[in-house]
């Protein structure tokens, strides 16, 4: 075979067009869950967006490309793309944070919110409890397959929310980031509501002991009595995590879709 008469060029507008549909994949593998968390090689996260970026191209037909004049207007391009998937990563991104909310809320409880340390995947400030919440349901997360319905709804918002088309609803995105807030705090509580209420009425059984027996340093016994009990509810709830994960999950799913709606002008 004569590879000397191969044609390998192409228009300027195709490699344009591939760069914007790169920047809204890249920003989107960042920013979600699963794909952008740091022990993931960023050469690893650097050839899947190339990879999916390509995919994409190949299959969103016609191509229409976008009209400009100028390097500023093509930058205004890139831009708004980086945004569009950056708001999709994140939308889904914060729904994950429930659960270290959640696990902050437990440990506030039993006496471990003292044992916060930095979690080098997420960089941030998370308790023993929160860190196992967050663990237990991105297991979940990978074993249902939700990344792949994360990737469905990225190549979705291409039909959506077409290459330069983005509308920024202010309106709408104040209004699905004020719904995701109330689901925040509800489901942070939700989940965390089996220990709250054990870890109250063992508050109110250490006020009745520390009234009989007065002698009694109920701050030392307290602290291991409640740390003991906060240990065995977490054990024996851990078959209500799927469903609680089930409850996060279709969250991540109506925030998702409400970002990507909002700026596609559907909303």
């Given at each position: 075979?004569?590879?000397?008469?191969?044609?390998?060029s192409?228009?300027?507008e195709?490699l344009?067009?591939?760069?914007?549909?790169?920047?809204r994949?890249s920003?989107?593998?960042f920013?979600?869950?699963?794909?952008g968390r740091?022990?993931?090689p960023?050469?690893?996260?650097?050839?899947f967006?190339?990879?999916?970026s390509?995919?994409?191209?190949e299959?969103?037909?016609p191509?229409?490309?976008?009209?400009?004049?100028?390097?500023?207007?093509?930058?205004i391009?890139?831009?708004?793309?980086?945004v569009?998937?950056?708001?999709?990563?994140?939308?889904?991104n914060?729904?994950m944070?429930?659960?270290?909310?959640?696990g902050?809320?437990v440990?506030?409880?039993?006496?471990?919110?003292?044992?916060?340390q930095?979690?080098?995947?997420?960089?941030?400030?998370?308790?023993?409890?929160?860190?196992?919440?967050?663990?237990?349901?991105?297991?979940?997360?990978m074993?249902t397959?939700?990344?792949?319905?994360?990737?469905?709804?990225?190549?979705?918002s291409?039909?959506l929310?077409?290459?330069?088309?983005?509308?920024?609803?202010?309106d709408a995105?104040?209004?699905?980031?004020?719904?995701f807030?109330a689901?925040?705090?509800?489901?942070?509580f939700?989940?965390?509501l089996?220990?709250?209420?054990?870890?109250?009425l063992?508050?109110?059984l250490l006020g009745?002991?520390a009234?009989?027996?007065?002698?009694?340093n109920?701050f030392?016994?307290?602290?291991q009595?409640?740390?003991?009990i906060g240990?065995?509810?977490l054990?024996?709830?851990?078959r209500?995590?799927?469903?609680?994960?089930?409850l996060?999950?279709?969250q991540?799913?109506?925030?998702?879709?409400?970002?990507?709606?909002a700026?596609?002008?559907?909303?």
């Open positions: 075979m004569d590879l000397t008469n191969v044609d390998l192409f228009p300027l195709e344009e067009y591939y760069l914007l549909i790169l920047t994949v920003m989107f593998i920013a979600a869950p699963f794909f740091a022990e993931i960023q050469r690893i996260k650097a050839c967006a190339l990879v999916v390509f995919l994409l191209y299959s969103i037909t191509h229409i490309y976008m009209q400009y004049s100028t390097i500023i207007e093509y930058t391009l890139v831009l708004k793309e980086a569009t998937g950056l708001l999709i990563g994140l939308a889904a914060w729904t944070q429930i659960a270290s909310f959640a902050q809320i440990d506030t409880n039993i006496g471990f919110s003292m044992a916060a930095i979690d080098p995947t997420t960089q941030m400030n998370v308790t023993v409890t929160g860190q196992y919440y967050q663990y237990a349901f991105m297991l979940i997360f074993v397959g939700l990344h792949r319905w994360l990737i469905e709804a990225l190549a979705e291409f039909t929310i077409g290459i330069g088309k983005t509308v920024f609803d202010l995105m104040y209004t699905a980031f004020l719904d807030m689901e925040y705090v509800m489901l942070g939700r989940i965390g089996p220990l709250f209420c054990v870890t109250l063992t508050n109110g009745i002991m009234k009989v027996s007065p002698q009694m109920m030392a016994v307290g602290m009595v409640k740390a003991l240990l065995s509810v054990v024996v709830t851990v209500m995590l799927p469903d609680a994960a089930e996060l999950f279709v991540m799913k109506t925030v998702v879709v409400s970002f990507i709606e700026m596609g002008g559907t909303a």
